[in-house]
DNA sequence: TTGACATGCAGGCATTCACCTGCATATATT
DNA sequence: AATATATGCAGGTGAATGCCTGCATGTCAA
């Protein structure tokens, strides 16, 4: 399974995504702590994270008998600039555009 | 299931993502054509066609016999919009100061 | 009209997934 | 040292997923 695959997997679960919204909101969290307020077995939040460290969207770090995750953005950038944005180029392309005219116009105001 | 969730579930498949892929790269094929070059059962086609349809990623349109198919980009662009562009945040806050520093020198040269 | 072609529908099978329970291990606290 | 806290490991179950085969339906073309 490729990099980019198991990104995509991991992305997929709605559980998973919130996990990593909480941990953007507030990052170096512990696993007891990503478990408060969900319904679901600490073993079930366990798993999710273990997916989500494999897809290298977490990281984690341990300080005596806590376990201290932490959020990494690269690979949903790579998702976006290796595969999204190259539907999204019409869009990229009007920034460019816009961006040459506003530098046109500095030059020869 | 929330749309945004079908979309990320129709994606999670790399099948799924070649076809958008071939989409891409010529639209409005039929499933036939779809099917050429792939290891699966026309069926199994099908089926991965069906979710991307039920996420809003391809629509059809029907001719003859014949089903073509159309890549949808909105459901992808809601998914940057909504979900990745709040961790790319920092980047487009550059770019933005980009913008303001070249309008701003527009006026003042 | 008959045969070839494009697709749909139904069901079956193996694998993966999401979730759980029960018990074990390591670290902090008193 | 004894208890409480944080986490890991192993295994089990039901549902979803991916893929297939077999047959049915609708459309084009000779």
Redesign the pocket.
Known sequence: MTQIDKVF?AL??P??RALIDRLHARNGQ????L?QGL??????V????G?LEDANLIS?KW??????HYFNPVPIHEIYRRWIQKFEQPRLDALHDLKTKLEREKKQP
Chains 1, 2 share one sequence.
Do not use: I, N
Request: charged share 35%.
């Open positions: 997997k997929a679960d559980s998973r512990t696993l007891s702590e478990c319904e679901m077995a600490r073993q079930s366990t798993q999710h994270l997916l984690v300080k005596g008998r806590e376990k201290l």
